[in-house]
């Protein structure tokens, strides 16, 4: 059975309008999926969301979760745990639903405030840096999503991920801390280690480190994935 077969048309809706909500909205919008609403509150975030949902209304979060079958929690980790008991407090969430969440570190756990109200908990990183533009809807090809969900409805965000062009990988419940440990580990230590090489080039007058380092940042990865089991070099 296709993902599509399985999950059908689903009307989604986005809470959070920073670079990774907007960006999985319009993969799922590619996917055949209708994007009803996106919850944005700064300038910048209005502009973005405008940028990559095109036509898509600003909502409330009340309204968001009123007209959606499946919603999106693409806010900071810190954040995630009060907003998913906020909206259960107030008897938001609704019988049924499916509640999405792109928090590294947590599971469906997280979900457990809103687990009386029926909601079905999806717990689905990418790992991926992203940007918040339409680069990075290119850039999900291929990309690894780590999944946490209960045994009966793995599959659904399975083929979500599928849709979205990303390879779904099974992490347990107790494994998600290691995992964002992992991911943290990698993105600060590349980021902080070109920031570093590209201060020393231009400090000796090198125009556009950055153009320099490219090809030996890009093969030095490649080499080290390899080690591991990643990308080997061509």
């Given at each position: 059975?296709?993902?599509?077969?399985?999950?059908?048309?689903?009307?989604?809706?986005?809470?959070?309008?920073?670079?990774?909500?907007?960006?999985?909205?319009?993969?799922?919008?590619?996917?055949?999926?209708?994007?009803?609403?996106?919850?944005?509150?700064?300038?910048?975030?209005?502009?973005?969301?405008?940028?990559?949902?095109?036509?898509?209304?600003?909502?409330?979060?009340?309204?968001?979760?009123?007209?959606?079958?499946?919603?999106?929690l693409a806010v900071p980790s810190a954040e995630l745990g009060t907003l998913i008991a906020g909206l259960a407090e107030t008897?938001?969430?609704?019988?049924?639903?499916?509640?999405?969440?792109?928090?590294?570190?947590?599971?469906?756990?997280?979900?457990?405030?809103?687990?009386?109200?029926?909601?079905?908990?999806?717990?689905?990183?990418?790992a991926m840096a992203f940007t918040g533009t339409s680069v990075d809807l290119a850039r999900l090809a291929g990309t690894y999503f780590a999944v946490t969900a209960p045994t009966p409805v793995l599959p659904i965000a399975q083929a979500l991920v599928v849709e979205m062009g990303g390879e779904p990988v099974v992490v347990a419940e107790g494994d998600r801390a290691?995992?964002?440990?992992?991911?943290?580990?990698?993105?600060?230590?590349?980021?902080?280690?070109?920031?570093?090489?590209?201060?020393?080039?231009?400090g000796i007058g090198i125009e556009l480190p950055g153009r320099v380092l490219a090809p030996l940042m890009r093969s030095s990865v490649e080499n080290a994935l390899a080690r591991t089991g990643g990308t080997v070099p061509e």
């Open positions: 059975m296709r993902p599509a077969e399985r999950t059908g048309r689903l009307g989604v809706g986005i809470i959070g309008a920073g670079r990774v909500g907007p960006v999985l909205g319009a993969a799922l919008a590619g996917a055949g999926h209708a994007i009803v609403g996106i919850a944005a509150i700064s300038e910048e975030s209005r502009e973005r969301a405008d940028a990559m949902l095109p036509g898509v209304p600003i909502l409330t979060i009340p309204q968001l979760v009123e007209r959606s079958e499946l919603v999106v008897g938001t969430w609704q019988m049924g639903q499916l509640v999405l969440h792109t928090a590294p570190e947590f599971g469906a756990e997280v979900f457990a405030p809103a687990r009386s109200a029926g909601v079905i908990p999806l717990a689905v990183h990418p290691a995992y964002a440990e992992a991911i943290e580990t990698a993105t600060t230590f590349s980021t902080a280690i070109v920031d570093q090489a590209a201060g020393l080039l231009a």
